[in-house]
């Protein structure tokens, strides 16, 4: 970390990401529930986006944000939609299988060695920042939480 911020100066906006990896693992409950409910995956993820799509409509519609584009984006900035479905869709299939746990914290490993890989290389913009010993080993703890999430779960389907 740089010596210039202290950690509480970087507080709020851990506390921040906490909240939305704790709803994230909300939303999965929620979405594991609607893809039961509606028969497959796809159809909860459909119905996932379209209402997140409307509250986000409203929210800018009201200002919330207090900006408007003035320039339509470049297209590939717009693959993050297209990971957002894929994400939502392949969690309900593994959280299914898995449990909340462990695909939440599978995810999270993911998350980790994506950005691993695209730090590391620079790629989508990002400034070059080659992996630590530390960023390897929190990956491999990651990898071991994975395999006692799932064994627990398993253990618990018997």
Do not use: C, H, K
């Not at 609607?34 to 996932?48: K, R």
């Not at 299988?97 to 998350?111: D, E, M, N, Y």
Request: net charge neutral.
């Amino acid at each position: 970390m740089d010596s210039g911020v202290s950690v509480m100066a970087l507080l709020p906006a851990l506390l921040a990401t906490l909240g939305a990896g704790i709803g994230l693992s909300a939303g999965l409950a929620f979405n594991l529930r609607l893809a039961a409910s509606l028969g497959t995956p796809l159809a909860a993820t459909l119905v996932t986006f379209f209402v997140g799509a409307g509250l986000l409509l409203s929210l800018w519609a009201l200002g919330l944000d207090g900006a408007r584009p003035t320039a339509w984006p470049e297209l590939w900035t717009l693959l993050g939609g297209v990971l957002g479905v894929t994400y939502v869709t392949l969690s309900l299939i593994a959280g299914a299988r898995l449990g909340a746990g462990a695909s939440t914290v599978a995810v999270t490993l993911g998350q980790v060695l994506g950005a691993a890989v695209i730090t590391g290389l620079g790629w989508l913009g990002q400034t070059t920042q080659p992996p630590t010993l530390l960023g390897v080993l929190s990956a491999a703890l990651l990898l071991g939480a994975v395999g006692l999430l799932a064994a627990d779960r398993e253990r618990w389907r018997g």
